[in-house]
């Protein structure tokens, strides 16, 4: 004969985890699509001066090729105190602009390449020599399509 025990009262059943690996995945993809992955930290002062005409530059396709320039920003100043130019995460000097150019052009559909524009994010206190430094080097890789970047001035 078998024996039956008695169920005790007031105990409570185990919570089911059956439905706990959805909830993960959920989260999961939740944070992949929300999540804006951040393409450059700034190594140069970048204070964009102020212009009364301008037009927004449209992000959203892969046209355009950023070059940053202006004087080393703290925790940078082993670049010394004069303006740099900064491509992706290093800095460089005009004579490395064709490397890039090259890598960015590499990167994109060869049917991208002949409406790419570079933007040039340059600090309102940069001297003129070094941006003319960096148009010599876009001409000679027939990079002609160029876009100043600034802001709109406070009224």
Known sequence: MAKFKKKKDGELPQA?????PDIVFMLLFFFMTVTVMKDNSLMVENKLPAA?????????NDKVMYIYAGKPAKGYEKFG???????NDKIAQPSELKQYIHSEIALRDESIVPFMVTALKVDKNTNMGLISDIKQELRKENMLKISYLSVKPQK
Do not use: F, G, Y
């Not at 009364?52 to 959203?60: A, F, G, N, P, T």
């Not at 105190?81 to 491509?87: H, S």
């Open 52 to 60: 009364d005409d301008i037009e927004k530059l449209d992000r959203k």
């Open 16 to 20: 089911s985890t059956a439905a706990l």
């Open 81 to 87: 105190t004069e303006a740099v130019i900064q491509l």
